[in-house]
Nanobody, 115 residues
Framework: QVQLVESGGGLVQAGGSLRLSCAAS????????MAWHRQAPGKQRELVAA???????NYAGSVKGRFTISRDNAKNTVYLQMNSLKPEDTAVYYC?????????WGQGTQVTVSS
């Protein structure tokens, strides 16, 4: 059973930075696509960024140029570096693992950006 544990969320002022981490258990991490999603109050969960097992990345337009997704297969960990944060980035951020038809979610970590 895969478990994903996010960390690194918190309260930050607009313009600041945070780095989220998601540590995965199990042996399929390096073969999986990893993604970060977020859900703001009253809104649908949305894709923020994803990275394939080969290292290809894609980003939501709203975060492109400000956020960077990366992975360390030796540590079974995916990161989301968030710079130039805006109040509209406030949300619960979730880590997701995609392995074939299987998907696993973390429990989420709160990011709050004050103006």
């Amino acid at each position: 059973q895969v478990q994903l544990v996010e960390s690194g969320g918190g309260l930050v002022q607009a313009g600041g930075s945070l780095r989220l981490s998601c540590a995965a258990s199990g042996s399929i991490f390096s073969q999986s696509t990893m993604a970060w999603h977020r859900q703001a109050p009253g809104k649908q969960r949305e894709l923020v960024a994803a990275i394939t097992s080969g290292g290809s990345t894609n980003y939501a337009g709203s975060v492109k140029g400000r956020f960077t997704i990366s992975r360390d297969n030796a540590k079974n960990t995916v990161y989301l570096q968030m710079n130039s944060l805006k109040p509209e980035d406030t949300a619960v951020y979730y880590c997701k693992m995609i392995y074939g038809l299987l998907q696993y979610w973390g429990q989420g970590t709160q990011v709050t950006v004050s103006s």
